[in-house]
């Protein structure tokens, strides 16, 4: 992975991730790569320093001679840098209070998901909310039978 310092055509500063530098142009080509202040899709790479793995860690060292100064003391704070914008921020927030409601308020059933589901369709059992495990082909089983079934969302978060 590659974090790039970028900067849209308003002059606002971001960084992002990406899986390799032909990664970056593909998307960027595709204006997929948007800046998460004002959503312009005019981007390009900043300057910005290699961060560069140092084989000498754990020596005692002296200072370096090209070490950058310390700021100032009356300098202000750098700006944080968003990694997502306000929009995205908002919209992973909902769909985890929608995972949270529907795993607080509804029975999990794990395997028997589908076959639960298609007895409550069929009326064989009462009706009540259930969140479980199904296969691909089990879900494109039911949705083809008419029975209503929605995948819970699954956040970046959720997988770290």
Known sequence: MIRYALHCIQGHDFESWFASSESYERQRGLSLVACPHCGSTSVDKAI?????????RGRAQAAEPDAPAAPP??????????????????????????RDHVTR??????????ALARKMHEGEVEHRSIYG?????EVKALREDEVEVFPLPILPDDRN
């Open 105 to 114: 308020t509804a029975d999990y059933v794990g395997d028997d998901f589908a």
């Open 73 to 98: 003391a009356n300098a202000a704070p750098a700006a944080p840098m968003a990694m997502m914008g306000e929009g995205e921020q908002d919209f992973r927030r909902m769909l985890k209070e929608l």
């Open 133 to 137: 495990e199904a296969t691909p082909d």
């Open 48 to 56: 910005m320093a290699p961060a560069v793995a140092r084989t000498d």
